[in-house]
């Protein structure tokens, strides 16, 4: 079972969000993970300040970068 965290989003940019799960931790959810259907831009589905729920798709540990989705979470459909 993949991990679920909660967290606020901290930034938009043009291919995705990111999003702070814990003190000093952020992850990017990419454009493409964060609704079913496709969207133009992360502000057609989340501002800067949302709380969200995401599920861990990828750890890098060597770069200490998260890979999150908000699609591949079942209980979130927006």
């Known amino acids: ?4 965290l909660h967290g606020r989003v901290t930034k938009l940019v ?3 969000a990111f999003v702070q799960v814990t ?8 454009l493409r993970e964060l609704t079913s259907t496709p969207v133009e831009s ?3 589905v989340v501002q800067a300040g ?3 729920t ?5 750890i890098d540990r060597e770069r200490r970068r998260l890979v999150l989705s ?3 979470d079942s209980s979130d459909h927006r």
């Open 42 to 44: 992360p502000s057609d």
């Open 23 to 30: 003190d000093g931790i952020e992850g990017l959810v990419h």
């Open 54 to 58: 995401v599920v861990v798709t990828e």
């Open 50 to 52: 949302d709380e969200v």
């Open 1 to 4: 079972m993949r991990q679920k």
């Open 14 to 16: 043009p291919f995705g």
């Open 70 to 72: 908000r699609r591949q």
